[in-house]
């Protein structure tokens, strides 16, 4: 990641340099590169729009990529449900099939699955109008030791209490695939 006013300074300083290189072809009249000159001109002159107008603090490749091409708005069905469980009120969000994507990554060992890129959780929880997660999870099972905490995911620290992730199969009747999804999404206040 770099600075924002970093990465226009750099950007502005190699924009006059492909201006004063096109200036010296043409006083050299060496039309032969006057191209490739005016093609760096060009992009390095996109760069420098694009970051004097960036509300972005610091940029990096991911996020410019988000704000250049926004991810695609997923579709799905959900069912609120409330209850107390434990004494703590309780609200699940059951989502039908297909339910939203979960991004997982494989632990070492191979055994267990873990949250860490949070962005589609994030998503989920913006749309649902539930504050974002700050971090990714290792799968409860792999903290536990126990198989029916198998496909669980729990942030303690949520800022509304704690956060319960079931995941699930879904399939995409599109492309014949199947896909890890939120099957069912817990928040209970405390």
């Not at 989502?95 to 962005?119: C, I, N, Q, W």
């Amino acid at each position: 990641m770099i600075a924002t006013e970093t990465a226009r300074t750099a950007v502005l300083g190699l924009f006059a340099l492909s201006v004063i290189w096109i200036i010296v072809i043409i006083v050299k009249n060496d039309m032969q590169t006057i191209v490739r000159a005016i093609v760096v001109a060009a992009v390095l002159g996109l760069a420098l729009l694009y970051v004097n107008q960036t509300e972005l603090e610091t940029l990096s490749f991911k996020a410019v990529k988000n704000e250049l091409f926004p991810p695609k708005e997923e579709r799905y069905t959900f069912e609120i449900k409330e209850s107390v469980q434990g004494g703590f009120p309780t609200t699940v969000y059951a989502f039908s099939d297909p339910g939203p994507r979960l991004a997982l990554h494989m632990e070492e060992g191979g055994k267990y699955l873990a949250v860490k890129d949070t962005d589609a959780i994030n998503r989920v929880l913006a749309r649902l109008g539930l504050p974002p997660v700050s971090h990714g999870v290792r799968e409860l099972s792999s903290i536990t030791g126990r198989t029916l905490d198998g496909d669980k995911y729990v942030w303690e620290d949520y800022a509304l209490g704690r956060l319960i992730i079931i995941r699930g199969i879904c399939r995409d009747m599109t492309t014949t695939g199947t896909f890890p999804c939120i099957s069912t999404l817990s928040v209970q206040r405390r």
